[in-house]
């Protein structure tokens, strides 16, 4: 699909979500999962929408008919991965290669669990964007992840490196000194839901009772967020 541009305005900057995984440690599709009223594949397009990503795009895999079926993605292109299972990389390719066709210098990618992140913190890492540039967000010192830019000029790389569960994370080490690093630690959360919700405390085994406390949602830190990890949207 090629999309045309007003004279004058700014760059195209489009927005991808990943959402094709099976969510095997969570225990179904993490786009399926709803969190504050609605689900995870919703707040991620909204969120893409309301930093201005045009256009979005959504890939999906695990479930893709009652995601389709179950969630107003009426403001993304919803792009099937035949191949989800393969890995996170495959679903990263996917949606590269959709947006080909399209006038988008670059791309914001974000991974479908990641909730905290807002519209303020990709509009932070979208801003400036050109085809050469590469940026990600800042959660501390030594800490950065998602929303990831990726300039046009890179997409065939990301591509060739994007193999199994790794995403963008490996073509990204290989250029650190060209990632521009920003600040979102005020305006976003870079925790992934990665495990359901712990049960009440009341329900919960303690350390009293000889067995270690369950699983809460993780964060990702370091290049592991650009990677993406088995299981995850």
Same mark, same amino acid.
């Given at each position: 699909?090629?999309?045309?541009?007003?004279?004058?305005?700014?760059?195209?900057?489009?927005?991808?979500?990943?959402?094709?995984?099976?969510?095997?440690?969570?225990?179904?599709?993490?786009?399926?999962?709803?969190?504050?009223?609605?689900?995870?594949?919703?707040?991620?397009?909204?969120?893409?929408?309301?930093?201005?990503?045009?256009?979005?795009?959504?890939?999906?895999?695990?479930?893709?008919?009652?995601?389709?079926?179950?969630?107003?993605?009426?403001?993304?292109?919803?792009?099937?991965?035949?191949?989800?299972?393969?890995?996170?990389?495959?679903?990263?390719?996917?949606?590269?290669?959709?947006?080909?066709?399209?006038?988008?210098?670059?791309?914001?990618?974000?991974?479908?669990?990641?909730?905290?992140?807002?519209?303020?913190?990709?509009?932070?890492? !979208? /801003?400036?964007? =050109?085809? &050469?540039?590469?940026?990600? +967000?800042?959660? @501390?010192?030594?800490? $950065? %992840?998602?929303?990831?830019?990726?300039?046009?000029?890179?997409?065939?790389?990301?591509?060739?490196?994007?193999?199994?569960?790794?995403?963008?994370?490996?073509?990204?080490?290989?250029?650190?000194?060209?990632?521009?690093?920003?600040?979102?630690?005020?305006?976003?959360?870079?925790?992934?839901?990665?495990?359901?919700?712990?049960?009440?405390?009341?329900?919960?085994?303690?350390?009293?009772?000889?067995?270690?406390? !369950? /699983?809460?949602? =993780?964060? &990702?830190?370091?290049?592991? +967020?650009?990677? @993406?990890?088995?299981? $995850? %949207?």
């Amino acid at each position: 699909m090629q999309l045309s541009r007003t004279p004058g305005s700014p760059p195209a900057v489009a927005g991808l979500v990943l959402a094709a995984g099976a969510g095997r440690r969570y225990g179904r599709p993490k786009a399926l999962v709803h969190h504050r009223g609605s689900l995870l594949v919703e707040h991620a397009v909204r969120t893409l929408v309301g930093a201005g990503c045009s256009p979005a795009l959504v890939v999906l895999g695990a479930a893709a008919d009652r995601v389709r079926a179950d969630a107003d993605l009426s403001a993304a292109r919803v792009v099937g991965n035949p191949r989800w299972a393969t890995g996170l990389g495959s679903s990263l390719r996917v949606g590269l290669r959709a947006l080909a066709g399209t006038e988008a210098v670059a791309v914001v990618v974000l991974l479908v669990d990641m909730p905290g992140v807002s519209a303020e913190a990709v509009r932070r890492v !979208a /801003a400036g964007a =050109t085809p &050469a540039c590469l940026a990600t +967000a800042g959660y @501390g010192p030594g800490r $950065r %992840g998602h929303p990831v830019l990726l300039g046009r000029e890179h997409w065939a790389g990301v591509c060739a490196c994007a193999v199994g569960d790794s995403g963008a994370g490996g073509y990204l080490r290989q250029r650190l000194d060209r990632v521009r690093i920003v600040p979102c630690a005020d305006v976003a959360d870079d925790a992934d839901l990665d495990v359901p919700p712990a049960a009440p405390a009341a329900a919960t085994p303690t350390a009293a009772d000889g067995l270690a406390p !369950a /699983a809460t949602p =993780t964060s &990702a830190t370091g290049s592991a +967020a650009a990677d @993406g990890r088995p299981g $995850r %949207g």
